[in-house]
């Protein structure tokens, strides 16, 4: 009798460990994915750059951007000349590095980014450098954005962090 008792308890106590287990792994969180048509992984990262040269000027130019509110937060801009397509002179960061720095502050649900050899589409963060344009086909195009996962499919699925060059 206490034999039948006590596997009623084990069987209660496990199963209660299991639907706990199964809740906690299930509950989405915030994960900031690139993906394309056939490729997915996560950015560890919260913040990072895009980078890429600009086709009128030829000169670099640099996107920081950091998770907010499950958005993207387009934090600064960076570039070394004013051109087609450059902000206005309001948000100017005054700066002695050769480039022009402009604060931004927008927020954005996601990035649709068409990878170029030409323009040598590349992702900076703490890691190193992933330069997209040798890892995409030219004008493939990828989404950079923040994605509400199972907890379980942020820790199985591919890491970004292994396409990153380290210096």
Not at 13 to 30: D, E, F, N, Q, V
Not at 112 to 119: A, E, H, P
Request: aromatic share 12%.
């Amino acid at each position: 009798m206490l034999s039948k008792r006590l596997n009623k308890y084990v069987f209660v106590g496990l199963s209660a460990i299991t639907a706990l287990s199964l809740m906690i792994i299930s509950r989405p969180i915030a994960s900031l994915q690139v993906s394309s048509t056939d490729f997915q992984c996560a950015l560890t990262e919260q913040s990072f750059t895009l980078q890429w040269i600009h086709s009128v000027e030829k000169e670099l130019w640099q996107e920081r951007y950091q998770t907010a509110n499950q958005q993207l937060l387009l934090t600064t801009s960076h570039f070394k000349t004013f051109g087609a397509g450059t902000p206005s002179i309001e948000g100017a960061i005054t700066s002695k590095d050769g480039w022009l720095h402009y604060q931004i502050d927008r927020l954005l649900p996601r990035i649709n980014w068409i990878i170029s050899r030409n323009v040598e589409s590349t992702l900076l963060t703490k890691l190193g450098v992933w330069p997209l344009f040798k890892d995409f086909n030219d004008y493939a195009e990828i989404q950079i954005q923040v994605m509400q996962v199972p907890r379980w499919h942020y820790f199985t699925q591919e890491s970004c962090d292994d396409y990153f060059e380290r210096p």
